[in-house]
T-cell receptor
Framework: GAVVSQHPSWVICKSGTSVKIECRSL??????MFWYRQFPKQSLMLMAT?????????EQGVEKDKFLINHASLTLSTLTVTSAHPEDSSFYIC?????????FGSGTRLTVV | SQQGEEDPQALSIQEGENATMNCSYK?????LQWYRQNSGRGLVHLIL?????REKHSGRLRVTLDTSKKSSSLLITASRAADTASYFC???????????FGTGTSLTVIP
């Protein structure tokens, strides 16, 4: 149990386009989901906390207009990287409560060219 | 920032040796967890230690926690080449569900 599915696992997009990443809890309801970003050879940094039916809470320094988070249902949260630039290239990973500490998605590697 | 710090940043050992990684954090916690990440892959949960625990074992893993020093260590005994990965500690704050990750230790086990 407590499986989180993240899609896509990797994506390449052109600079200026937008990319949507999905995070689904498969066998439990996730009232809260968390989005992390990891640059090469660095640690995971919490970007935002997403609560079902309400606005996401962003960590300091994360642009809310650039990283749009939608948590419209108890099993799905999406992260949209808008107007992507090469510096947005990173590994994005989600995790879901109530199993937050245990259950991470497999991650999405975004490359912006 | 609540992010923890780990040392060493990189560790290279021979197969069969023990590997010790340390993690320090800044705020009070409920739990501390250790994760492993193979290159370019997602996280694998290794072990959780609660704030009222001092030591925990799981197979070849031993984790200690010293809340007075706000530090934890992960010991991997009898290392194997397959243990080559990055290891992160993650702490939760006692005010919320967020997890904050340490800077990570890159472990290389040489066959």
């Amino acid at each position: 149990g407590a499986v989180v599915s993240q899609h896509p696992s990797w994506v390449i997009c052109k600079s200026g386009t937008s990319v949507k990443i999905e995070c689904r809890s498969l066998d439990f309801q996730a009232t809260t989901m968390f989005w992390y970003r990891q640059f090469p050879k660095q640690s995971l940094m919490l970007m935002a906390t997403s609560n079902e039916g309400s606005k996401a809470t962003y960590e300091q320094g994360v642009e809310k207009d650039k990283f749009l988070i939608n948590h419209a249902s108890l099993t799905l949260s999406t992260l949209t990287v808008t107007s992507a630039h090469p510096e947005d290239s990173s590994f994005y990973i989600c995790s879901a409560a109530p199993y937050y500490g245990y259950t991470f998605g497999s991650g999405t590697r975004l490359t912006v060219v | 920032s609540q992010q923890g710090e780990e040392d060493p940043q990189a560790l290279s050992i021979q197969e069969g040796e023990n590997a010790t990684m340390n993690c320090s954090y800044k705020t009070s916690i409920n739990n501390l967890q250790w994760y492993r990440q193979n290159s370019g892959r997602g996280l694998v949960h290794l072990i959780l230690i609660r704030s009222n625990e001092r030591e925990k074992h799981s197979g070849r893993l031993r984790v200690t926690l010293d809340t007075s020093k706000k530090s934890s260590s992960l010991l991997i005994t009898a290392s194997r080449a397959a243990d080559t990965a990055s290891y992160f500690c993650a702490t939760d704050s006692n005010t919320g569900n967020q997890f904050y990750f340490g800077t990570g230790t890159s472990l290389t086990v040489i066959p």
